[in-house]
């Protein structure tokens, strides 16, 4: 099983649409996460870090549920520039990230 | 805000010569740098884990012999792809964290594609 799993993907959903993805972690000792974008060919780019309370940035939302082990990330209101990979991260502190598979996503007209 | 560059961003070589990439982090010193690999529609791997001053841990499966790092400074690692062939043909991206923020954050290099024929 790997360390983070997340939706196989990828989504294709229109214009405007408010779109979810999910991730699990099976280190129960990770203690940062992140979401990251990566357009093709190009690097991983921080979206946003995911803190237990949850945090919100414009059209993106980010949760974190810790018992269950399990974060998400919502877009709402996609547009096309949104079509990318978004990848889950997890690390503990003082050790290297761990990437989760990524979830495509193409946003059509 | 922290950047992170590479050099090449492109190579093209011939099977059995070595290339030899570089990651600086321009703006910080960074004494964890960190080499992945990506095939196309596949996520990062990670390769290897490069601590200055001392030897890199490489991930399962990783021939160390094969891909040299090295870390001579705070804000320069080095990877070098031994006698490249064909299989090595791939997408390598370094990332660094700031002193003293290993597990916080990462911030990624470009990239380098390297083509083997």
């Known amino acids: 099983r790997k360390e983070v799993e997340q939706d196989p993907g990828p989504f294709n959903v229109p214009e405007g649409a408010t779109v979810a993805f999910n991730c699990t972690y099976s280190?129960?000792?990770?203690?940062?996460f992140f979401w990251y974008r990566q357009d093709c060919r190009k690097e991983p780019k921080l979206l946003m870090s995911v803190y237990s309370s949850g945090n919100e940035d414009g059209r993106f939302t980010a949760q974190l549920n810790r018992a269950s082990q399990y974060i998400s990330l919502l877009i709402r209101d996609s547009k096309l520039s949104d079509s990318a990979t978004y990848l889950c991260?997890?690390?503990?502190?003082?050790?290297?990230?761990?990437f989760g598979p990524g979830t495509r996503l193409s946003v059509l007209p | 805000g922290a950047v992170v560059s590479q050099h090449p961003s492109w190579v093209i070589c011939k099977s059995g010569t070595s290339v030899k990439i570089e990651c600086r982090s321009l703006?910080?010193?960074?004494?964890?740098m960190f080499w992945y690999r990506q095939f196309p529609k596949q996520s990062l791997m990670l390769m290897a884990t490069s601590n200055e001053g001392s030897k890199a841990t490489y991930e399962q499966g990783v021939e160390k012999d094969k891909f040299l790092i090295n870390h001579a400074s705070l804000t320069l690692s080095t990877l070098t792809v031994t006698s490249a062939h064909p299989e090595d043909s791939s997408f390598y991206i370094c990332s660094a964290s700031p002193r003293g923020r290993l597990g916080e954050t990462q911030y990624f290099g470009p990239g380098t594609r390297l083509l083997v024929l």
């Open positions: 991260v997890a690390s503990k502190s003082g050790q290297n990230f761990v």
């Open positions: 280190n129960s000792a990770s203690q940062s």
């Open positions: 703006d910080f010193q960074a004494t964890t």
